[in-house]
Structure formats: structure tokens, C-alpha cells
């Protein structure tokens, strides 16, 4: 797996010339009959076979094959042989065997499951039969279950390790567009980004949620979720920042999500000092913090910082699912926004189910981020819900 421009065709090119060259020319490799699979089969010739990182590109000038264009097939000296192949005719992979396939972006592919079930039939011959699949991820089925297979060995490679073949514009401009997202991670860095089954917060809903700008808030606070430990294995302490605009009515309220600057490993020191350095930095006017494991610890940490901040401790009565719930409604309305730079605590965010956190350790990212919500959002707007008591 790796990310846009990372060398995924190159490696699978190399792959394959590994297995079917031999020692000199006209030895026999390991492998003698490859499928080459990806969408189209204009795919498969113009970027695995005659691409700038293609297999004819790639080999040397005494082991280039020939490229039968009526056969759409590879034929090399010593008699090795490979068969293009499009991923949208599953069927066109009954009756062909093989002991080798090159599949490329599988995780694209419209058909994919059908495809790649008929492939596995075909890889019949020879001792070992292999497949290399090239791809940028994608949260898709047939992705998923094939890492999950105890046959399977995966390699990956962000898009920056292939920077000396690139153009540095390029780079520049995927960087300024997309580091620190969601799709930046997916597409640049090469991460597969699951969401777990019935999450609160899907992809989509985050990636829909992104803007490049911030407007003018009226208020700003940074929620704190203190971590109870220190050191290497410690859970992280959550550190969320949210600005607001809050002119008019609940329902035009806006929120902002505007920095993530959670600390792993720290005494309680050091986040709460990372905590005020984040309200210095963006101006908030208030820290909210969870004290339900910490007590009056929490803020006594916090003033041995800063004696006059303002502080407000909350407590959790509620589990963390019945907490999120209506923050993640704000964001099927449209009604919070988020900056770059955020992709480790969206993550979290696609982990929240209701059967709780799917993820490794504890969200704390997301509790930071529920109760800066609930500070800015939910909290005030109940006010306006309160029935008004008349005094006659």
C-alpha cells in the first residue's frame, strides 16, 4: 500500500520481472504464466506494461518482452508469458491458469470482490502461486479481508519517499492542500482509514466538514481530558480546541474546530501546560476539563501554571456514546466546521460507535473535542429551550 506517486508500479514492474527473468536471458525465472489485472485494460497497457514505471521500461535492454497488442499478452525470450486482464470481466479469468499475478489499485475497482474471487481460482499452477497488489487504500471489503489473511505480507510507502521522482511543485501542492486531513493520510501517506460499523462519524461526514478558512469567532475555549498516567504506555491527554460563532438563534451557530494539540506521555505538568500554551495561542477564554479520575488534582495542576485562568471543571454522568451522540448530530447538520491539521483526532471520530470506542486505547481525543462542543453548543443553546416562567 502506498500513497499517490509513492513507486506502487514500479514495485509491482520490479515484482514481476523478479519472477519470471532468470540468471541470464534466456534462463526460466520462478514463475511462467502472470496475470496482469487492473480496471481497464487500457490500464493495464498504458501502466503496468508501457507506463514510465512499467515492466517494458523497467527491464533491460536484453530482457525487454514483447508486447502482443492482438494477444494482449507479454511474451519474454525464455518463454515466460503475461496476460492482461480487466478487473470489470470477472469472467473473463475463467479458464486461464496461472502461477503469478501482478494486481494493481485494486482498491478502485468497481467489481473488486468478483474479480479478485475469480483471480484466486486461476492461481493453480506451480508450487507457490503469488499475487502483488499495488493500491493506495481505500476502506473497502475486498481490502480489508485480504490484510486480515494470515497469507498476506504487506509493505507500505508514503508518497514522500519517492520525492526525488517527483515534481517539487507537485509536492508543495498536495502538501499545502491535503496534510494533516483525512485524504491527505489516504491518499499521501498510504494509511488505510476504517470506519467502524454504525459509527457516529463516517469519512464522508468528516471530509465534508473541512474548510480553508476561518471566520471571525465570538467565542473560544480548550477542552481538556487529563491523562491519569505518564510515560510510554500511557493513554494520551486530549487537548481540543473549538471556536464558535454565536450571533442569532441556536440554530445559525456555527463551530470550529480549530487545533488538536493532544500530548502523549506527560505528567500532569506537562499537559496542563500544553493546555494553557494552547489558550495563549488561540486566544481561548475559557479551559474546560474533565475531572472525573483526576478531582481537584486537575485544577490544582492548572493554577500551579496559571493562578488566574479561567476554569471550568465538568463530570461525566453520562457514558461517552450518550456524550457524543448529540455532538455528532451538529455534524450531520452542517454545523461544525473543521481546519486542517486534524486527521489523528478524526480518526477517533470514525471509531465512535454505539457500542463504544473500536479503536486502540481511549478516545481522548474526542472526549476533548465533546465537551468543547458541549460547552460552546449544546449547553448554551438548552438555555434557550427552558420554558419561561411568568410572575403574575
Not at 485494486?106 to 503469488?130: I, S, V, Y
Not at 502523549?264 to 501546560?273: C, E
Not at 481522548?364 to 427552558?386: C, K, N, S, T, Y
Request: hydrophobic residues 40%; proline residues 6%; glycine residues 10%.
Amino acid at each position: 500500500m502506498g500513497g499517490r506517486g509513492a513507486g506502487k508500479t514500479r514495485a509491482g514492474a520490479e515484482w514481476v520481472r523478479s519472477q519470471v527473468e532468470g540468471a541470464r536471458p534466456l534462463d526460466p525465472g520462478k514463475k511462467k504464466r502472470v496475470a496482469l489485472v487492473a480496471e481497464t485494460f487500457d490500464q493495464v497497457r498504458d501502466v503496468m506494461i508501457k507506463g514510465e514505471s512499467g515492466i517494458l521500461a523497467c527491464s533491460p535492454p536484453d530482457r525487454v518482452p514483447t508486447w502482443k497488442a492482438t494477444e494482449r499478452k507479454l511474451v519474454w525470450d525464455n518463454g515466460a508469458e503475461a496476460q492482461a486482464f480487466s478487473a470489470n470481466d470477472p469472467e473473463g479469468l475463467r479458464g486461464p491458469q496461472f502461477d503469478a499475478a501482478w494486481v494493481d489499485e485494486l482498491a478502485k475497482w468497481k467489481r473488486a470482490q468478483d474479480t479478485w474471487d475469480m483471480l484466486q481460482f486461476a492461481l493453480r499452477l506451480g508450487e507457490q502461486p503469488q499475487v502483488c497488489v499495488t493500491t493506495t487504500p481505500r476502506n473497502v471489503g475486498v481490502l480489508k479481508d485480504l490484510l486480515g489473511s494470515p497469507s498476506t505480507v504487506v509493505t507500505h510507502a508514503p508518497t514522500e519517499a519517492n520525492r526525488a521522482n517527483l515534481a517539487e511543485s507537485f509536492l508543495e501542492e498536495v502538501r499545502s492542500r491535503y496534510a494533516g486531513t483525512r485524504l491527505g493520510r489516504q491518499e499521501l501517506d498510504g494509511v488505510l482509514l476504517a470506519d467502524a460499523e454504525g459509527a457516529l462519524w463516517t469519512t464522508d461526514m468528516v471530509q465534508a466538514a473541512r474548510v480553508s478558512s476561518i471566520p471571525k469567532l465570538d467565542r473560544v475555549v480548550v477542552a481538556l481530558d487529563p491523562a491519569v498516567s505518564a510515560g510510554a504506555g500511557a493513554d494520551d491527554c486530549g487537548i481540543v480546541v473549538v471556536g464558535a460563532q454565536t450571533q442569532g438563534p441556536p440554530q445559525d451557530w456555527r463551530a470550529y474546530v480549530l487545533a488538536d494539540c493532544t500530548v502523549q506521555g506527560v505528567g500532569p505538568t506537562g499537559w496542563a501546560r500544553a493546555a494553557i500554551a494552547a489558550m495563549d495561542q488561540y486566544g481561548a477564554e475559557r479551559l474546560v476539563a474533565e475531572v472525573n479520575q483526576g478531582g481537584q488534582l486537575v485544577e490544582e495542576v492548572v493554577r500551579q501554571i496559571d493562578a488566574l485562568v479561567p476554569y471550568k471543571a465538568v463530570h461525566a454522568s453520562r457514558g461517552k456514546v450518550a456524550r457524543a451522540e448529540p455532538v455528532a448530530a451538529l455534524y450531520e447538520q452542517g454545523r461544525v466546521r473543521h481546519a486542517k491539521g486534524l486527521a489523528e483526532l478524526e480518526e477517533q471520530m470514525c471509531l465512535i460507535t454505539p457500542r463504544g470506542y473500536e479503536g486502540r486505547g481511549s478516545p481522548d481525543r474526542v472526549d476533548a473535542l465533546v465537551w468543547a462542543l458541549h460547552e460552546l453548543m449544546i449547553a448554551p443553546a438548552a438555555q434557550f429551550r427552558r420554558p419561561r416562567i411568568r410572575t403574575l
